[in-house]
C-alpha cells in the first residue's frame, strides 16, 4: 500500500510537533455529535484493532480545540494518526496540521511557500483568501507544480498564519459523509462508472493504473457489482502518485480517453494496464495505449486528441488536488457512501459491507 509522500510528512510533522506537554490545551468535553463525526470520518477496518484519543499538546490560536487520535491494527489500510479540530464555532476537522510558526516570510503566502520547500522539497503556491469563514479562519488554496500541471490542494489557515490545516471543516451536526461526497461530486463527472443510476451504494475506488497494491485490489468490487449493479454505483477514481509512479498520470489520460469513446472497453483497458503492469514502462506506455485503442477500433485522431486535451488533463489534476484534500492517503481507497472502509482480505470485508448497506 503506497502512503502519499505529502500526507505522510505532514504527519511526521504534526508528531514532532507534540513534545511540548506543558502547552497542552484541555481537552474537549465527550459530545455525542463529536463522536458521530468521528465515526462517520475514521476508516472501518476488517480487523482487530485499537483507538486512543490523547491530548494534543500544542498550542493552537485559541478558537480551536485538539485532540490527538491514533488507530494501531495489523491491517496497514486501517493505521494512521490523525487530529481532531473543533472550533468554538461548531467547526469539525480530522487531519494533520501544519505548524508555520518558524518558517520564513512576511505574509502568510510566503510562509507557507518556505514551508513547504524546507519540508518537502516541492514548489507551492498559495492563494490566501483573508475573508474569516465561520471558524475564524481563511481559506486557502495550495497549488503544487508538477511535470504534468499544477494540483490545487485546499484548506485553511489562522489569521496569524501560525497553523495551516489541509482539508475541510464540516459543520458539527451534519452528515461528513455526505458532505464528503459532496465535494467529491464536481471532480467524478465524466470519471468510469458502472452500475445503478438511482444507487443505494455509490462506491468510489481512488486508485494508480501503476500502483502494485490496486493491481491486486483489481477485482475485489466484480462480485460486488455482479450481485449488486441494480442498487450499487462504482466510481473508478483516477489517483496517480505521480511523484512515485511516473506512468501512472499517462495511463489515467489514456483511460479517460478510452472511456469518452467506448466506455465498455475502459473496463477491458483497466484489466490490460494490470495484467501487463510489471512490463509497462515510461517509455513503452504511450505505445501500449494507443494500440489498445486502435485494436478496439476507437477513432485515433479523437483518442489523440483527448489525450492531449488540457482540460482533460486538469481534470485529472483537479481530482488529485481534492482527494488529498479530502484526507485520502493511500491508493487503494474505498468510500462507500462517503464512509471510508477497509477492504480486507480479498475485499471480503467490502463486500460484507456493501452487502448490508444494500439489505437496509
Known amino acids: 500500500m503506497n502512503r502519499f509522500a505529502l500526507i505522510a510528512a505532514t504527519l511526521i510533522l504534526a508528531s514532532a510537533a507534540m513534545a511540548d506537554e506543558a502547552t497542552a490545551p484541555p481537552k474537549p468535553a465527550a459530545n455525542p455529535k463529536v463522536e458521530q463525526a468521528l465515526q462517520q470520518s475514521l476508516p472501518i477496518c476488517s ?106 490542494l485546499t484548506g485553511v489557515v489562522d489569521p496569524k498564519g501560525e497553523v495551516f490545516l489541509l482539508g475541510h471543516f ?55 457489482m455482479s450481485k449488486y449493479s441494480d442498487k450499487v454505483r462504482y466510481v473508478r477514481y483516477d489517483l496517480p502518485l505521480m511523484s512515485h509512479h511516473p506512468w501512472a498520470f499517462a495511463a489515467a489520460l489514456a483511460g479517460r480517453a478510452i472511456w469518452r469513446q467506448k466506455p465498455d472497453a475502459f473496463w477491458e483497458f483497466k484489466k490490460q494496464i494490470y495484467a501487463n503492469q510489471d512490463k509497462l514502462s515510461t517509455f513503452t506506455i504511450d505505445e501500449f495505449t494507443r494500440g489498445f485503442a486502435q485494436d478496439h477500433d476507437l477513432d485515433l485522431k479523437k483518442y489523440d486528441a483527448d489525450v492531449a486535451d488540457p482540460k482533460i488533463q ?47
Not at 48 to 57: D, K, L
Not at 105 to 133: C, P, S
Not at 176 to 191: F, T
Not at 333 to 357: C, I, R
Open 314 to 360: 486538469q481534470s485529472v489534476l483537479d481530482g488529485i488536488g481534492m482527494a488529498f484534500s479530502t484526507d485520502v492517503r493511500s491508493t487503494p481507497t474505498y468510500f462507500v457512501n462517503g464512509q471510508p472502509v477497509d477492504p480486507g482480505d480479498e475485499g471480503k470485508a467490502l463486500e460484507a459491507y456493501v452487502a448490508g448497506l444494500v439489505g437496509k
Open 47 to 152: 480487523a482487530e484493532h485499537t483507538t486512543t484519543t490523547a491530548e494534543f499538546p500544542h498550542k493552537l490560536p485559541p478558537n480551536l480545540h485538539a485532540s490527538l487520535i491514533q488507530i494501531q491494527s495489523k491491517r496497514s489500510w486501517c493505521e494512521g494518526q490523525w487530529t481532531n479540530i473543533l472550533s468554538t464555532n461548531g467547526g469539525f476537522f480530522l487531519g494533520s496540521p501544519w505548524f508555520l510558526e518558524d518558517a520564513e516570510g512576511k505574509t502568510i503566502e510566503e510562509k507557507l511557500k518556505n514551508f513547504t520547500w524546507t519540508h518537502m522539497q516541492e514548489n507551492y503556491e498559495a492563494t490566501v483568501d483573508r475573508h474569516e469563514t465561520r471558524d475564524g479562519l481563511y481559506n486557502v488554496v495550495l497549488t503544487q507544480t508538477t511535470e504534468h500541471g499544477k494540483v490545487p
Open 170 to 224: 464540516y459543520a458539527l451536526g451534519n452528515d461528513v459523509r455526505q458532505e464528503r461526497l459532496k465535494n467529491l461530486e464536481p471532480y467524478m463527472a465524466g470519471l468510469p462508472s458502472e452500475g445503478a443510476s438511482k444507487p443505494v451504494v455509490t462506491i468510489i475506488e481512488f486508485s494508480d493504473f501503476q500502483c502494485p497494491a490496486c493491481q491486486r485490489a483489481a477485482g475485489y468490487l466484480d462480485p460486488v
